[in-house]
């Protein structure tokens, strides 16, 4: 029994290896869509281009993901991963003056994401319509607004909000309007439309926040936007 044993545990040992293998496999696929998405439009890539940028065969993407828009949905998770992040950074030394202030340093942040990372600006804020992304990227702002909502908390005393929207959400839906249209029509984010991105923010929110907000008596010491 006990060589019978061990045969059934040599077996066994080489699997924790191919998972790694295949986690290793799933990355290679994704950074080969960065590489190219920061190249060309979402539009012009296929399975057949990520294999050959990733050094794979074609075979191998498609095991595991079948379809293209697979990839993609996949990817989108990854810089949904990112912009939490981006969100959740927390250096120290700045205190908000406003939270109009403290929005347009939020807004700020993700723009400077979007600007360093094409790909994920091309995936997000481009002129495509792939129904699982567009799905996963309006389920990903309710909770980035969640979030936003969650920060302003921290400083400021927030008055009763409506209760059938999200009005956190609905602002960066809507900087994020500007910012796609920027990005289709120019390739990029232009200064102009980042600035209105900021202010269609704080026009919106300002319907709901008066101009000033009385500070929270337990404001953290040091700012997560900055």
């Not at 998972?19 to 869509?33: G, K, V």
């Not at 799905?135 to 920060?151: I, K, P, T, V």
């Not at 796609?180 to 709901?208: F, I, N, S, W």
Request: no cysteine; hydrophobic share 45%.
């Amino acid at each position: 029994m006990r060589p019978r044993m061990r045969e059934i545990m040599s077996a066994v040992k080489p699997l924790p290896k191919r998972r790694a293998s295949s986690q290793e496999r799933i990355d290679r696929i994704l950074d080969a869509t960065v590489t190219l998405l920061a190249q060309r439009s979402l539009g012009e890539l296929s399975i057949y281009a990520i294999a050959a940028q990733a050094d794979i065969p074609p075979s191998s993407v498609y095991h595991f993901f079948p379809q293209l828009a697979d990839v993609l949905a996949a990817l989108a998770e990854r810089v949904f991963a990112e912009l939490d992040g981006v969100l959740g950074a927390a250096p120290a030394g700045f205190e908000p003056a406003s939270w109009m202030e403290l929005i347009e340093r939020l807004e700020d942040r993700f723009q400077q994401y979007y600007q360093s990372h094409p790909a994920a600006r091309e995936l997000i804020l481009g002129a495509h319509e792939l129904a699982g992304v567009r799905q996963a990227d309006r389920h990903h702002d309710r909770l980035l607004g969640q979030s936003l909502r969650a920060y302003l908390a921290r400083y400021y005393q927030l008055p009763a909000l409506p209760e059938d929207v999200d009005i956190f959400a609905l602002a960066m839906q809507a900087a994020d309007k500007l910012l796609a249209a920027d990005h289709q029509q120019h390739g990029e984010l232009t200064a102009p439309m980042r600035r209105e991105a900021k202010r269609m923010m704080v026009a919106y929110l300002g319907l709901y926040l008066p101009p000033v907000l009385p500070r929270a008596s337990d404001a953290a010491d040091t700012d997560p936007l900055m």
